[in-house]
């Protein structure tokens, strides 16, 4: 499987950008979709997942994105995106997506070592 992120750059705060994330197949009726995000010298940290578990959908978020950020996605096109809203200096850091053809628990979805597949990431700079 093969992740494809894009829609990353340049935005002043209080703006906003649109992240996309296509992978090349979805084979599990059950997985989870994730977005994480890293800045400069700091730990990859948990954005916003989309679970898929037993014809449930699932949608979490990070409290620090709770409210600005939407994720979504087109199950026809085995995308999901992450809409950001009123985006502020310290959301700025590489966005990767990430994959298990798994409907992970709450406890470990957060977790970037759960995951089997990742896309290449993608760059959003928040800054005047």
């Known amino acids: 499987v093969q992740l494809q992120a894009s829609g990353g750059g340049l935005v002043q705060p209080g703006g906003s950008l649109r992240l996309s994330c296509g992978a090349s197949?979805?084979?599990?009726?059950?997985?989870?979709m994730t977005w994480f995000r890293q800045a400069s010298g700091n730990e990859r940290e948990f954005v916003a997942a989309?679970?898929?578990?037993?014809?449930?959908?699932?949608?979490y978020y990070s409290d620090s994105v709770k409210g600005r950020f939407t994720i979504s996605r087109d199950n026809a096109k085995n995308t999901i995106y992450l809409q950001m809203n009123s985006l502020k200096p310290e959301d700025t850091g590489i966005y990767s997506c990430?994959?298990?053809?798994?409907?992970?628990?709450?406890?470990?979805?957060?977790?970037?070592?759960?995951?089997?597949?990742w896309g290449q990431g993608t760059l959003v700079t928040v800054s005047s």
């Open positions: 989309i679970r898929r578990n037993s014809g449930n959908t699932g949608i």
């Open positions: 197949r979805i084979t599990s009726s059950s997985y989870t």
């Open positions: 990430a994959l298990s053809e798994r409907g992970l628990i709450l406890s470990v979805l957060k977790t970037p070592r759960s995951y089997d597949y």
